[in-house]
């Protein structure tokens, strides 16, 4: 029985923390590619509620320190049993 008990417990801690994660193009410019890389990061719940406020290519690029123009913006979503992961990648100058 406790073997049984155990089993159950490691299928149900491995589906929680499987995931998959794919990357889609959000945009591309005309601005040459740069050297810079920023990453935006959240947490998203239910599918809608995205729990970091700043999310998003603005944020991205600050974090990147890219002041010149973006070249390229990317969004890659790991999706977990219960939520998601969000990143907004950018390029740029």
């Keep these: 029985m406790k073997r049984r008990v155990l089993g159950i ?3 149900a801690v ?5 995931s998959c994660a794919m990357t889609l ?16 990061e959240s947490v998203v ?18 974090q990147g320190k890219i002041k010149g123009g973006i070249s390229t ?7 977990y049993v219960v939520f998601q992961k969000k990143e907004m990648i950018v390029t740029g100058e």
């Design 14 to 18: 491995t589906a929680l923390m499987s």
């Design 25 to 40: 193009p959000v945009t591309v410019t005309e601005n040459p590619i740069g050297s810079k890389t920023g990453v935006s």
């Design 9 to 11: 417990a490691a299928v």
């Design 73 to 79: 913006v990317d969004e890659k979503t790991t999706n």
């Design 45 to 62: 719940i239910f599918g809608s509620i995205y729990l970091n406020g700043d999310y998003g290519v603005a944020d991205a690029a600050e």
